[in-house]
């Protein structure tokens, strides 16, 4: 009888210890941290990254082309800001699994002319073929529209996203652009 007892005890040992290698097989399988990103972070990232590096192609044509001083450090702080910007939208892509931003449109996404604030590649080779107070003004003008384009899709994640950093980022992009947008009118209203 003990030794019946003896086998039954070894059994439902070894029956539970192999039930706790399966869970813990499991938890390793599983994500360490659970990702709250949904479809409207996505969107915001893969929008802003092409969105961001237009601005930052805008900004680079300043110094050959304008001889005022706050349409040059202007251009400098948006390079500043929007690059490292860039970045992390494409790490938060990377991380959630996402296609990265791309410069041409995606099959089934908006052509990114068709983005808030995008300047068409007509727009850009006018911008491009001016100078001086002429390019300061185009510039200006352009940028500002640019600007309210980001504000419009940082409000739209704000509205509709769900990860707390891409949020952040939205409230930040929002706060700066519509301080920018209110310094480039009174740059436009002295020209």
Not at 68 to 89: H, M, N, S, Y
Not at 127 to 155: Q, Y
């Amino acid at each position: 009888m003990i030794r019946k007892s003896l086998v039954g005890a070894v059994l439902a040992a070894l029956a539970l210890s192999g039930c706790a290698g399966t869970a813990q097989q499991d938890d390793a399988k599983a994500p360490q941290s659970q990702s709250t990103h949904n479809e409207a972070d996505v969107t915001f990232a893969r929008q802003m990254v092409p969105h961001h590096k237009q601005a930052l192609d805008m900004a680079a044509l300043v110094p050959d082309r304008t001889a005022t001083a706050a349409v040059t450090d202007l251009a400098t702080r948006i390079k500043k800001a929007q690059g490292p910007e860039i970045e992390q939208l494409d790490g938060w892509l990377a991380r959630w699994g996402a296609t990265p931003a791309s410069a041409h449109a995606m099959p089934g996404m908006p052509s990114h002319e068709s983005m808030g604030g995008m300047m068409s590649e007509a727009d850009m080779a006018k911008l491009r073929a001016a100078k001086g107070a002429e390019f300061d003004r185009m510039w200006l003008t352009m940028m500002i529209g640019h600007h309210e384009g980001a504000v419009e899709m940082a409000n739209a994640e704000i509205r509709d996203g769900a990860d707390a950093d891409a949020k952040a980022l939205a409230n930040r992009i929002i706060g700066a652009q519509q301080a920018e947008i209110a310094e480039m009118r009174k740059l436009l209203d002295g020209h």
